[in-house]
């Protein structure tokens, strides 16, 4: 086992020259739509071999897969419905293929008092103090 300093520890991970065999990453979402999370981890564009710029830390690449992903992101605008019926297609292809192992998903935990009001939050910016009011 290598211990890495933080700021050369995912140029390594990511270089597929260095052969990692396991690393700890983690994502999140630029944007709050399955295509961000998948498309960027998991497809063989974010795959570039030989360099610390690869985005697919796995190295996965399967054609079938990313075609599946591209006729999700297609039918995003037009059917909603559809599209998210292929995107569940690839997450569970991706979990039954044991691709990444997920060891944690945060969840955050608001608490406010009764002289709080109009509490609204955002799924991925959390709470919207802009929109609250205190008594």
Same mark, same amino acid.
């Given at each position: 086992?290598?211990? *890495?300093?933080?700021?050369?520890? *995912? ?23 399955? @295509?961000?999370f ?13 360099t ?5 830390? @796995? ?13 999700a992101a297609?039918? $995003? ?5 559809r ?5 569940? $297609?690839?997450?569970?292809?991706? /979990? ?9 998903n ?5 608490f406010?008092?009764e002289?709080? =009001?109009?509490? $609204?939050?955002h799924?991925?910016? =959390? ?5 609250l009011? /205190?008594?």
């Amino acid at each position: 086992m290598r211990v *890495f300093p933080p700021a050369e520890y *995912f140029p390594h991970l990511a270089d597929s020259r260095n052969r990692a065999q396991i690393g700890q990453a983690g994502w999140v979402a630029d944007i709050l739509a399955p @295509s961000d999370f998948l498309r960027t981890g998991f497809s063989c564009s974010a795959f570039v071999p030989g360099t610390s710029a690869n985005l697919n830390f @796995s190295e996965y690449c399967d054609p079938k897969l990313d075609a599946k992903m591209a006729r999700a992101a297609a039918l $995003q605008a037009a059917n909603p419905l559809r599209a998210n019926e292929l995107w569940a $297609q690839v997450e569970h292809e991706l /979990v039954d293929r044991a691709v990444a192992v997920p060891i944690a998903n945060p969840r955050n935990r608001v608490f406010i008092s009764e002289r709080v =009001g109009n509490y $609204q939050a955002h799924p991925f910016l =959390g709470t919207l103090f802009d929109q609250l009011w /205190v008594k």
